[in-house]
């Protein structure tokens, strides 16, 4: 019951192709469909996949049916243990693969939308909100860092995205070739994210602060005497005794909330209610125009760049 991009470019499956271009042109495509999506999409849905053909093994169902009430149940059953949002989610994940595999698949069927429906009234859709990491919070969190090169990563990461106000995504994202260290703070290069799939780009300044311990710019100099200048992911693994491993090795964003929380307990604080997003929703720092694709916090267009750059310099 797997499927692919194969399916969408039936050409492929033919081993006698008239000609080597008309090969490459198609293994060129694939690569094109299997990048229609982002990274993260792909792995849920292959995930929702994988749990639905579970589901009708179990119960001896078709999971190439075209019937909306064998997807109703299914939802039934998501239902005793995800949230709403999970599970349209894992249901657009089964529907993009059923329709890979040419099923015709409706989930504005009226079945589906009432059961959806009900489930929303049931369960609720608000997401669930994170604390903000307060800039009187981080300064006692700061404080309570180890003096290691993980405490030095730790707190670069944790100002880069509070002065940034970056998703947890774009922190583990950030390359060294991404950040631009200026006069009077750093120019960070977000070359994709949630809201920007294309990859049209973002470059969002920090802005140097007077004290060193709050400082974006002094904690990543800090940082980048430990990781050195090896081209690579900027902020990367480190062992569970503290020191950093071999070769550099990203992290991952669920990894960016667990240090949130590890930072905050180390300090002494409840570490309950926060994640990853409690960076991006700081006050004085979270909102910036998500449709300026070029300069983020700033109502500028990409040719303003360079002045953002020269505010730093000054």
């Known amino acids: 019951m797997t499927t692919g991009p194969d399916t969408l470019l039936p050409v492929a499956l033919d081993p006698a192709l008239p ?12 690569a094109f469909v ?17 749990r639905y053909g579970a589901w009708c093994g179990d119960h001896g169902l078709d999971p190439l049916s075209p019937d909306p009430r064998q997807l109703v149940l299914f939802v039934t059953e998501l239902a005793r243990a995800l949230k709403t949002v999970s599970i349209r989610t ?8 059923l329709r890979q595999a040419g099923v015709p698949v409706d989930l504005q069927h009226k079945a589906i939308v009432e059961v959806l429906a009900g489930v929303a009234r049931t369960k609720g859709t608000r997401p669930t909100k994170v604390a ?3 800039p009187e919070l981080m300064r006692s969190v700061l404080a309570a860092l180890p003096a290691t090169p993980l405490g030095a990563r730790d707190a670069s990461l944790l100002l880069t995205g509070l002065h940034g106000a970056l998703r947890r995504s774009e922190i583990a994202a950030l390359d060294l070739a991404d950040v ?13 994210s949630k809201t920007d799939q294309a990859g049209r780009g973002a470059v969002v300044p920090l802005v140097a602060a007077r004290e060193a311990v709050v400082c974006p710019r002094a904690a990543l100099l800090r940082w980048l005497e430990v990781r050195g200048d090896e081209p690579g992911p ?14 550099l090795h990203r992290l991952s964003d669920r990894a960016v909330a667990r240090i949130v929380q590890s930072a905050l307990t180390r300090a002494g604080r409840d570490a309950s209610g926060y994640a990853g997003h409690s960076l991006r929703r700081a006050p004085g720092h979270r909102r910036r125009p998500e449709a300026t694709p070029a300069v983020r916090h700033h109502e500028a267009n990409p040719a303003q760049v360079g002045g953002h750059g020269a505010v730093l310099r000054r």
């Open 234 to 247: 900027l902020f990367v693994q480190a062992t569970r005794t503290g020191t950093l491993r071999d070769g």
């Open 180 to 192: 631009e260290i200026q006069a009077r703070g750093v120019l960070v290069t977000l070359r994709r």
């Open 132 to 134: 903000p990491l307060l």
């Open 19 to 30: 000609s080597a271009d008309l090969a490459a042109l198609v293994a060129e495509a694939q």
């Open 34 to 50: 299997q990048r229609a999506k982002a990274d993260k999409t792909r792995t849920t849905y292959q995930t929702a996949w994988r």
């Open 90 to 97: 894992y249901l657009s994940g089964v529907a993009h693969h």
